[in-house]
């Protein structure tokens, strides 16, 4: 089975431009997450959806920010307008909840830099 | 609130020498789940094995064992013989199960080098 698919894999932009980046759910999978890496601090959980539904976006930085699940197996994060300390890693990992199984599988990253 | 601690942020070792990584976990559920992650220089976040609070029993996969103990809210981490491949920055983290809804707490990670 494919794992998580996320695209693009690296991005480069510059400031006030937009960003989408995108995910593709583990097959099954009812759970999605969408994570942001940098060497500052560390892994930040942004966003999580289950069934579609946003769970809680309290990680969500500010307004700048929107993730959307369209359907059951893809999600986009987008940025708008992005700025320099937008720069990070953004993972993207899902999983199957309500079954006691609960670990996370995450995407290879999106490594996202804007100067 | 929950939290994971990992005290040890960087360790380098020898190849073949043994390893432990400690992690400790805070919270107030009696229903929870544990996990290891690694992260190898490549980046990407591998799954490496999940405890649930009822299953306190240890488990071993290959050069890798886990210790996990409630009393001392701990669940540690050894990698036996280790192996220049082993090189990576891992990561313990907790999850509390609310209903269907769950979502991890990441320690900060452990940096292990393991040099030839």
């Known amino acids: 089975d494919a794992g998580v698919i996320q695209s693009p894999r690296h991005e480069v932009t510059e400031m006030g431009q937009e960003v989408t980046l995108r995910c593709k759910l583990i097959?099954?999978?009812?759970?999605l997450f969408w994570y942001r890496q940098t060497m500052m601090r560390g892994l930040e959980l942004l966003i999580y959806?289950?069934?579609?539904?946003?769970?809680?976006d309290s990680g969500m930085p500010e307004d700048r920010f929107s993730a959307k699940m369209p359907n059951a197996s893809f999600s986009t994060l987008k940025i708008q307008p992005s700025e320099p300390r937008d720069s990070a890693v953004y993972f993207c990992?899902?999983?199957?909840?309500?079954?006691?199984?609960?670990?996370?599988?995450f995407g290879p990253g999106t490594r996202l830099t804007v100067t | 609130a929950q939290k994971v601690t990992q005290a040890q942020t960087e360790i380098s070792v020898v190849e073949k020498e043994d390893v432990t990584l400690d992690c400790v976990y805070e919270?107030?559920?009696?229903?929870?789940?544990l996990f290891w992650y690694k992260q190898p220089p490549s980046g990407e976040l591998v799954f490496l094995i999940r405890?649930?609070?009822?299953?306190?029993q240890n488990e071993i996969s290959g050069r890798y064992s886990w210790n996990f103990q409630k009393s001392t809210s701990s669940f540690n981490f050894t990698i036996t013989a280790s192996q220049v491949v082993d090189s990576a920055v891992y990561f313990c983290a907790l999850t509390q199960v609310s209903g269907a809804n769950s979502k991890l707490t990441f320690g900060k990670g452990i940096t292990l080098s393991v040099r030839p």
């Open positions: 959806f289950n069934n579609n539904v946003p769970i809680d």
């Open positions: 405890r649930n609070s009822f299953d306190e």
């Open positions: 919270t107030r559920d009696t229903t929870y789940y």
């Open positions: 097959s099954g999978h009812n759970s």
């Open positions: 990992a899902s999983s199957l909840e309500g079954t006691g199984e609960y670990e996370q599988y």
